[in-house]
């Protein structure tokens, strides 16, 4: 009996010194696919043509697609990520006259994060900061602009910075869920000319990035 309770306690004694499996540690890699949302909150000056002050400014729709991000843990509680996805696609309209055109996007954003809780923890909230590079293509307008003038719609690229809130929650010693809201600064300037007249706009996005997802730790 003496020797039992001896096992017992010193299997105990080891036990307690080892950490959960869900812990993570430098070195650990996590990948995570699921669901952004990308919801503007858009504003502009009013659109310039040749000069003159049309009167109007644009807006941005919001836009879904398949996200993907990669972390790599420095320690268990500071991570660098890298957030990509799909191509965004995001309707231009004109302030109450419109559909003006549409865009597509690519927003990489490179982001330290720092996790709050134990790293025992099951849950793992965090915050972050970055910065970001948006890309902007295949911009157009509408066969109807077109056809009224429209052409040569071009946006800048974007350079910012970004902020998030998220939470990791671990299923097992591998997979989780993932949860997060970003915040980025996206500014661009579109050109465009209209019936051979130069024309502009300043477009401020700063989106809201919405992001559900599953991951896998390495």
């Given at each position: 009996m003496k020797k039992l309770i001896l096992s017992v306690a010193i299997a105990g004694t080891l036990l307690s010194t080892i950490s959960p499996a869900f812990a993570y540690e430098q070195g650990d890699w996590v990948v995570r696919v699921g669901m952004t949302n990308i919801a503007p909150?858009?504003?502009?000056?009013?659109?310039?043509?040749?000069g003159a002050d049309l009167g109007v400014g644009v807006n941005v729709d919001s836009n879904t697609q398949l996200g993907l991000n990669f972390v790599y843990f420095y320690s268990p509680q500071l991570a660098i990520e890298v957030l990509a996805a799909t191509p965004f696609s995001?309707?231009?309209?004109l302030d109450t006259v419109g559909p003006l055109?549409?865009?597509?996007?690519?927003?990489?954003?490179?982001?330290?994060?720092?996790?709050?809780?134990?790293?025992?923890?099951?849950?793992q909230p965090y915050v972050g900061a970055g910065i970001n590079y948006t890309i902007f293509f295949d911009?157009?307008?509408t066969s109807a602009n077109t056809d009224a003038g429209f052409s040569n719609l071009d946006l800048d690229s974007s350079f910012g910075l970004a902020a998030q809130v998220g939470f990791d929650y671990m299923l097992d010693d591998k997979?989780?869920?993932n949860g997060s809201v970003r915040w980025i600064d996206i500014d661009?300037?579109?050109?465009?000319?209209?019936?051979?007249?130069?024309?502009?706009?300043?477009?401020?996005?700063d989106p809201l990035i919405y992001s559900i997802t599953a991951g896998y730790r390495f």
């Amino acid at each position: 009996m003496k020797k039992l309770i001896l096992s017992v306690a010193i299997a105990g004694t080891l036990l307690s010194t080892i950490s959960p499996a869900f812990a993570y540690e430098q070195g650990d890699w996590v990948v995570r696919v699921g669901m952004t949302n990308i919801a503007p909150d858009d504003s502009s000056n009013n659109v310039n043509v040749a000069g003159a002050d049309l009167g109007v400014g644009v807006n941005v729709d919001s836009n879904t697609q398949l996200g993907l991000n990669f972390v790599y843990f420095y320690s268990p509680q500071l991570a660098i990520e890298v957030l990509a996805a799909t191509p965004f696609s995001h309707d231009i309209g004109l302030d109450t006259v419109g559909p003006l055109g549409n865009t597509k996007h690519l927003p990489p954003t490179v982001s330290a994060n720092y996790y709050f809780s134990e790293p025992s923890a099951k849950f793992q909230p965090y915050v972050g900061a970055g910065i970001n590079y948006t890309i902007f293509f295949d911009e157009k307008f509408t066969s109807a602009n077109t056809d009224a003038g429209f052409s040569n719609l071009d946006l800048d690229s974007s350079f910012g910075l970004a902020a998030q809130v998220g939470f990791d929650y671990m299923l097992d010693d591998k997979w989780l869920i993932n949860g997060s809201v970003r915040w980025i600064d996206i500014d661009t300037e579109a050109s465009f000319d209209l019936n051979g007249a130069a024309g502009s706009v300043d477009v401020s996005i700063d989106p809201l990035i919405y992001s559900i997802t599953a991951g896998y730790r390495f």
